[in-house]
């Protein structure tokens, strides 16, 4: 059985902050040329990169969650969040699956969205 055929499990209700990224069409090309970035690697990516090598090697974390959670995120990368690139598909896919987990909130995650949107705007 798929981890998305379980509602307990990656997929289960919807994220509203997650929705509402994927129906703005959050990627790092519009977002860059809208304000003018050359550069083609967005700003978050090594972050992005260095929670999910942390995530890996955390010792709370057992080898099967490891390898759950790394399943959860590659299938609603091509279910959930099909409709968004590489790297957004991963970053989005990480949160749903951390907040289904319970390892971060979702009323938190959309505040500090609001915080990075508040300062991109101001």
Known sequence: MSN???????EGPSIAPLAKIVER?????R?????????????WQTSLDGLCDALDQS???TALLTVDRRNDEDELSVTVYS?????????VAL????IRRGLIDEAELAQRLADVRARLEA
């Open 59 to 61: 010792s709370c974390s």
């Open 95 to 98: 949160a749903h699956s951390l």
């Open 4 to 10: 998305l055929d379980n509602p307990d499990r990656a």
């Open 25 to 29: 069409n959050q990627v790092w090309g």
């Open 31 to 43: 977002m860059a040329a809208k304000y003018g970035v050359d550069n083609p690697v967005p700003p």
């Open 83 to 91: 409709g968004l690139p590489y790297p957004e598909s991963r970053l």
